[in-house]
């Protein structure tokens, strides 16, 4: 059985590998098929944030001052 430390590995390693944030909202609907306990919405906060620290383009301030 997955434990918590194992979500959270899921969240953080394997969520900013897909290609969008909607692939998590699937494998949460798996891992909680798994775990009834899953806490679906802490998971997929956590992994949406990991994904997009990892895919999201960093703000570029370019404003050219006056």
Known sequence: MMTRKHFEWVA??????VNSPLVIERIADDLQAMNPRFDREKFIDRAVEAWERNNLPEVIDDEIPY
């Open 12 to 17: 953080d390693s394997i969520a900013p590998m």
